[in-house]
Structure formats: structure tokens, C-alpha cells
């Protein structure tokens, strides 16, 4: 796949990806930030803020689009494919956030990152083997992970990294697979506001009753309490930064831009959250394990990602043989 069809990347792309990565990056610093609200909560506040920025933006688009697309938006199918993938997002905020409470946040970073891993997964047991690139980056990222691990117990800031926090952690790159592949069925036909606007909002009211069962806070915070609370300055930062110019912005390059090119991208996280983390919330230095073990883990991430876009590459190559032979 080329960069963009037909032409060049215009300028402004690269400035949209670098902002965007910055975005998605901050995110998880943010979330350290305001833990005086249990984490489900703090999940749910995110995304329905982002989800209030994204409401006129989908309305805006609603009225842009053909009678052919409205038609597709109400099908049942849709509805289902919208729903799962709030469900899964839902499922990936509440792991993830949670984690940053039991782990530090490099360590949180690093295995909510690992999701080429959980499709490298998934492929070798319901779809092929991988290839030897791919093969060579799982062994890469699991040895990379148990490195990382003998840091348990080390302190980083405020957080000890913990065993559990990194399950955590890894279970919310699981469940973001879901998203992604809801996503990927929606996204040909189904404009941007018009798709992230329901799934944010579905995967912010789904944690409310999650935080209503399993949290105290929910009784002193409420629902909505975003509105009333002192840290909502830093929710507004998290919808608009991460949500806004973070996601939008990556699924808005996408346009232009390589899948693989977005995936390479967004392995820098750990590196980029750890960094702001450290300059602006004091959220500490990895242990010496991390160091070593971390930049392995993203090697391997590295290697399956570019070893799909090669098998794909191959794929596609093959049936344009195909064509060209008929």
C-alpha cells in the first residue's frame, strides 16, 4: 500500500501523526494524575467528555452524507458491530486505567501496547502460521515482558510494578483488539465522528454501572460528577488531547498514511508517556530490568507488525498475478 493514492502525503499529515502520537501518549500520565478517582470512574469521565466533544462533530457529518450510508447506519448488523466495539472499548479503558493503579507507568504502557502480540496470537491459532519475521517478534516481545517482570517490586514514582498491574495492563491490549477489528469493518464505508461518537459514548455509560459495583467512589463521585469536581480541567485535557487529537487524529491519518506506518508509530507510547510522565507528574525512572527488557518487548512489536505488513504485501501481490493471468 502506498502512502496515499495517487499523490504525495500533504505537509499537514506529518504534523497531525506527530500531534496525535504526542496525544494517545499523554494519556496514560493524565490518568496517574487525577487517582483520587477510582479508575473505572476516571475511564468513564474520559470517554464521555470525548464523547460531548464529538457529538456536534457527528451531527455535522450526519447531514454530509448520502441516503445510501444513512441507510447502512441503522441496519441491525451495524448497530451490533457499534455495539461490541463500545463493549470492547469499555473492556480496554477499565483494564488499562485500572492498571496504572497497580503498576508504574512505563510498565502499564508497555503491555497495553502489545496488541500486535494478542493478533499475532489469534492468527497463529484461528487463521495461519506466522511468518519468521512475526515468529521472531513474538519470541522477541515474550522474553522482552519476562525481563521487564524481574523489576517487580521496584518502586517508580508513586506506583511499584507489580506482576497483577502488568496482566492488567496486558489484558487491556486483548480487549483493544476488538475494538480494532470493529473498526476496521466499519471504517470502509462509515465516516469518522459518525463511528467514534456512539462507541465512545457507549464505552463511558457501559463503566458506570461496572464503577457502581465495584468501586466506593462511585457514591461520592456520581455518575457525572466530572462537572462539579476539581480535576476536571484535567479530564477535558485527557478528552481533548488524547481523544480528540490523539485517536481522531491517528484514524484521520490513516486517510493519507499506511496502516503500518500508524502501528510503527504508535509502538513509540511507552517511550513518549514515560517521558511526559516523568517531566510533568513525577511518575519516576524505570528499574534497570525495564531498560533492558522494554526496548526488547518493543523490538518484538516491531518485528510482527512489519512481518504482517510483509505477508499481506505478499497476498496482495499474488492476486494482482492472478488478475493479470485471467
Known amino acids: 500500500m502506498t502512502a496515499m493514492r495517487g499523490g504525495s502525503v500533504p505537509a499537514h499529515v506529518w504534523l497531525v501523526l506527530g500531534v496525535a502520537i504526542c496525544g494517545v501518549s499523554s494519556a496514560g500520565a493524565i490518568f496517574t494524575h487525577v487517582d483520587e478517582i477510582d479508575p473505572l470512574l476516571r475511564a468513564s469521565w474520559r470517554l464521555q ?154 464505552g463511558g455509560l457501559l463503566l458506570l454501572p461496572a464503577s457502581w459495583l465495584l468501586e466506593d467512589g462511585f457514591s461520592e463521585f456520581g455518575a457525572f460528577g466530572y462537572f462539579g469536581h476539581e480535576t476536571l480541567v484535567w479530564f477535558i485535557l485527557l478528552a481533548f488531547i488524547a481523544g480528540i487529537l490523539g485517536h481522531t487524529g491517528l484514524n484521520y491519518c490513516l486517510k493519507y498514511v499506511s496502516p503500518l506506518l500508524i502501528s510503527i508509530s504508535v509502538t513509540l507510547e511507552p517511550v513518549l508517556g514515560s517521558l511526559i510522565g516523568w517531566m510533568f507528574f513525577s511518575t519516576g525512572i524505570p528499574g534497570i530490568w525495564t531498560w533492558i527488557g522494554g526496548p526488547i518487548l518493543m523490538l518484538g512489536i516491531l518485528s510482527i507488525i512489519y512481518g504482517e505488513h510483509l505477508t499481506n504485501q505478499t497476498s496482495l501481490d499474488n492476486k494482482d498475478r492472478v488478475l493479470e493471468a485471467e
Open 49 to 202: 467528555l470525548t464523547a460531548l466533544i464529538l457529538a456536534p462533530l457527528a451531527v455535522w457529518q450526519f447531514y454530509q452524507i448520502d441516503h445510501e450510508v444513512k441507510s447502512k447506519l441503522w441496519s441491525a448488523s451495524t448497530a451490533k458491530i457499534i455495539l461490541a466495539s463500545g463493549a470492547f472499548l469499555a473492556l480496554h479503558f477499565g483494564f488499562w486505567v485500572t492498571s496504572l493503579d497497580y503498576t508504574s507507568l512505563t510498565h502499564s504502557l508497555l503491555f497495553v501496547t502489545a496488541h500486535p502480540l494478542v493478533i499475532l496470537i489469534g492468527m497463529f491459532l484461528f487463521v495461519r502460521k506466522p511468518n519468521r519475521l512475526e515468529l521472531i517478534g513474538g519470541i522477541a516481545a515474550f522474553t522482552g515482558a519476562a525481563i521487564s517482570m524481574l523489576d517487580a517490586g521496584d518502586v517508580q514514582g508513586e506506583r511499584s510494578v507489580t506482576i497483577f498491574g502488568d496482566q492488567l495492563a496486558f489484558f487491556g491490549a486483548v480487549f483493544v483488539v476488538g475494538y480494532i477489528v470493529c473498526g476496521r469493518i466499519l471504517r470502509e464505508w462509515m465516516p469518522l465522528f459518525l463511528y467514534a461518537f456512539p462507541v465512545t459514548l457507549i
